[in-house]
Structure formats: structure tokens, C-alpha cells
């Protein structure tokens, strides 16, 4: 693999105080957004992130780190994990979870700093034993789920217009968690059919979320994602009881620690790999959301290829997936799975699959800073 070439939107650093066996790099970027992303509590244009590259004996593996401020991180703290990066400690004789018992616990805590750290490890792995990430995790890769395409918040004529460029994708996610919540859902169905599923992000109470759940389940929707703020799980208890459509948590769960606590209060769980710290735990997440009987979505933040392919090399093992980050952003550097009217699809090769592009398409003004 090589690294990214100088390009307005990159920035790149090597920091090492020597070169051990296995070497640390890392690089900056900002993807940008076709359209303004605004979810219940928040707008974004772009986000900065940083990619990490793990080479030993000449190959390289690749993660993503893109900072989640909702969990109070931000990229400048990514920032300076990755220039403070120390390699000198680590023995990367063993096996990879030798190798990530050493790593991820450099990420301080930083969830999506070791979600990078864990995908990178996971890639240069599978290169360096020719062997696709999905292999290693039992999946099989025909096996992949559609995917939601994500219509954030917007007024009703870009709304008209993302739901257009959704035409190849058979099932929409709708952000919701306003007072035009009905308008909006009324202008997507006055638009389509298709099978909608729902997420408040946390933007209402437990009565106007009764009162949505038994409107939505009108309106052909599947389910609906974190109706109600993380801390109210009381509330998501008793609105389980009564809604009539399936409760799904996101910000209620972080990791594999938080599935027993909530089991109770939802139908199922969201997994994002950025969030519970990578595909190490992701998986973990996955068998035991299965032996307590609930449903999964894998889901994404605002990533590029390099993190949603990771998360799809998991997807065949759930029930769900909401991974589109990659298809909402306009200069995506690298490329990896892909979606065909809806369904993902896995690349060839060992590790991620993943590939640098030759051209970005939409290169920034600006430097990242």
C-alpha cells in the first residue's frame, strides 16, 4: 500500500525515535458532505479525521479515526495521540490479539483512536497471512445485508432532492427529533414507499414518543433508533412495553458492557465500530447481543471507505445495516465496499480490501489544520 500523496486535504506526519519492526504513521483529512448533515442535536459540513498506518516488513494497514463529539472527543485530542504516538514498547511478534493488547490501550481511552488502531492492525494482519478481514470473523460475504440510506434534517425541498438521490437504495433511514417531525415524514412518503426506518437521536420524551410510535407505524416504518435520551433508560423501558414498533438503542450503547444493563428497555442494539473502540469488540458485542436474544444494526458515523468497509467485512453476522457514511460524502480518498441498489459489497483481497484512489473528487480549499 502506499500513503497518500500531498493534497490540499491531506496532511501527513511521521513521528517515530526509531524504526522498529513495526512502524506507526498517521495522516489528516477532511471529508466534506454532499448535503449539510444536521441530526436532533447537531449540523456538519465536513469532519477532520485522522487515518493510522501500521507497517511491518513493508506492508502497510490502514484505519480511520473520525472523532465522536458526542462522547466528548474531538480531532484535535486525535491530533495529538497520533504525533505523541509511541511504538518503542510494542512486541509485534505475536498474534494479532498480542498485537492489540498492546496497541489499544495507547489509545487512552479514545474510542475511535482505537477503533483506527484496531483496523489497522486488523488490515496489516490479514495482508501480511492473505487473509480477508470476513474470513477471520467467520462471515460470509454474500451474506452482506442491504444497507438504509440517511436522510438527515433538512427543509422540504433538499429533503425532495435526497430522497431522489436515494433512488437505487431500497430502505431510507429518517433523522427525526424535531417539531417538524411529521412534515417530514409526510414529504418522504408523499415521495416513496419504501421501507423507512427512524432515528430521533435522543429528541424526544416518552410522550411524544408514544404518540410517534403508534403514527409511524402507519407510515410503514420498520423501527425506530434511540427515541429517547440515553439517560431516560426508565422511559425506553416503559415505551417498549406500549410502542408498536421495535426500539433499537445507539447512544444507550457504547460496548459489549452496556448490552446487559439496556437488554431490558430495547428490541435491539446499534454496533458502530467507531464507537465501541473496533472490529475486536464489535464482535464481541455481536455474540453477546445474540445470546441475550436482541436484534443488531451495524451502523456508522460520517466515515469514509476505510471504516465502512471495516464494519461490512462484519455485516453479514447481523440483522441489520446502516452503513452509508461513505456514499454522503463527495471526496472519499480511499475505496472499499460498495452498494449496489442497497446491497453491500465486499472487495477482493486480504485485510480491509481497501484501495487509495487516484483522484479525489471534490479536493478541499483549506488545509487541515
Known amino acids: 500500500m502506499t500513503f497518500p500523496m500531498n493534497h490540499?486535504?491531506?496532511t501527513f506526519s511521521s513521528r517515530q525515535p526509531y524504526i522498529p519492526?513495526?512502524?506507526f504513521h498517521y495522516s489528516t483529512y477532511r471529508i466534506r458532505l454532499k448535503h449539510t448533515f444536521t441530526i436532533a442535536r447537531s449540523s456538519h459540513d465536513f469532519y477532520d479525521i485522522v487515518y493510522v498506518y501500521l507497517t511491518k516488513d513493508g506492508v502497510t494497514g490502514v484505519g480511520e479515526a473520525v472523532p465522536m463529539i458526542r462522547y466528548g472527543e474531538s480531532f484535535q485530542h486525535l491530533l495529538k495521540l497520533a504525533m505523541t504516538f509511541d511504538m518503542s514498547d510494542v512486541d509485534e511478534s505475536g498474534s494479532l490479539n498480542d498485537w492489540l493488547d498492546q496497541l489499544l490501550p495507547k489509545a487512552d481511552g479514545c474510542r475511535s483512536f482505537s477503533m483506527a488502531l484496531d483496523t489497522a492492525a486488523h488490515d496489516l494482519w490479514g495482508k501480511l497471512h492473505g487473509e480477508p478481514l470476513y474470513s477471520r470473523l467467520g462471515a460470509t460475504p454474500a451474506k452482506t445485508p442491504?444497507?438504509?440510506?440517511t436522510i438527515g434534517i433538512d427543509n422540504i425541498d433538499v429533503i425532495r432532492q435526497k430522497v431522489a438521490e436515494a433512488e437505487q437504495y431500497p430502505i431510507l433511514k429518517v433523522k427525526l427529533g424535531t417539531a417538524d417531525d411529521r412534515t417530514i415524514m409526510d414529504t418522504i412518503r408523499d415521495c416513496t414507499d419504501k421501507v423507512m426506518r427512524v432515528d430521533?437521536?435522543?429528541g424526544w420524551d416518552l410522550e411524544t414518543a408514544l404518540k410517534m410510535c403508534d403514527w409511524l407505524a402507519t407510515k410503514n416504518v420498520e423501527f425506530v433508533e434511540q427515541p429517547l435520551p440515553?439517560?431516560?433508560?426508565?422511559?425506553?423501558?416503559r415505551l417498549k412495553e406500549k410502542s408498536p414498533l421495535k426500539i433499537i438503542a445507539d447512544e444507550n450503547c457504547l460496548d459489549s458492557r452496556n448490552i446487559p444493563e439496556i437488554a431490558d428497555a430495547f428490541h435491539g442494539i446499534n454496533i458502530k465500530l467507531m464507537k465501541c473502540g473496533g472490529v475486536r469488540e464489535g464482535l464481541k458485542m455481536v455474540k453477546m447481543a445474540r445470546e441475550l436474544e436482541l436484534e443488531i444494526m451495524l451502523g456508522c458515523m460520517i466515515e469514509s471507505s476505510v471504516a465502512i468497509t471495516a464494519a461490512t467485512h462484519l455485516s453479514p453476522l447481523v440483522d441489520y445495516a446502516d452503513l452509508d457514511g461513505h456514499i454522503l460524502i463527495n471526496n472519499d480518498p480511499y475505496q472499499g465496499a460498495l452498494v449496489e441498489k442497497g446491497k453491500l459489497?465486499?472487495?477482493d483481497g486480504p485485510g480491509l480490501g481497501v484501495t487509495l484512489r487516484d483522484h479525489i473528487a471534490e479536493p478541499m480549499e483549506e488545509a487541515v489544520a
Open 8 to 10: 490540499a486535504d491531506w
Open 21 to 23: 519492526a513495526m512502524e
Open 146 to 149: 442491504l444497507t438504509s440510506y
Open 345 to 347: 459489497i465486499l472487495p
Open 230 to 237: 440515553a439517560s431516560d433508560l426508565e422511559a425506553t423501558a
Open 200 to 202: 430521533a437521536n435522543e
